[in-house]
């Protein structure tokens, strides 16, 4: 079993930034990947940005260039520094969990997830 907690949203304005944080507990060693969703109202939930153990990372080309992801192994966090805030990128958020070892190639989502945190942009 894996918990995820999510902190750091907020309302922003565009062009602004925030930096998310996942504090992971539980079966830390079996956590082969870890990443951000994002849901929209009346949108599906959609791969913000992913990272493996190993370090591979993934992005939806919508955020390429302004977003990054990082993991700290020590604190057993990952965060998602978000720059050059849009609109569009205002949704929930949430820290995904994969435990499965199929998780390291990033294709799929993790069967883990956060409680998820509000990220509004807007002026």
């Known amino acids: 079993q894996v918990q995820l907690v999510e902190s750091g949203g907020g309302l922003v304005q565009p062009g602004g930034s925030l930096r998310l944080s996942c504090a992971a507990s539980?079966?830390?060693?079996?956590?082969?990947?870890m990443g951000w969703y994002r849901q929209a109202p009346g949108k599906q939930r959609e791969l913000v940005a992913a990272?493996?153990?190993?370090?591979?990372?993934k992005y939806a080309d919508s955020v390429k260039g302004r977003f990054a992801i990082s993991r700290d192994s020590a604190k057993n966090t990952v965060n998602l520094q978000m720059n050059s805030l849009k609109p569009e990128d205002t949704a929930v958020y949430y820290c995904?969990?994969?435990?499965?070892?199929?998780?390291?190639?990033?294709?799929?989502?993790?069967?883990?997830w956060g409680q998820g945190t509000q990220v509004t942009v807007s002026s």
């Open positions: 539980g079966s830390i060693a079996s956590m082969y990947a």
């Open positions: 990272i493996n153990r190993f370090g591979s990372t």
């Open positions: 995904n969990c994969n435990t499965r070892a199929s998780g390291l190639l990033l294709t799929e989502a993790g069967n883990y």
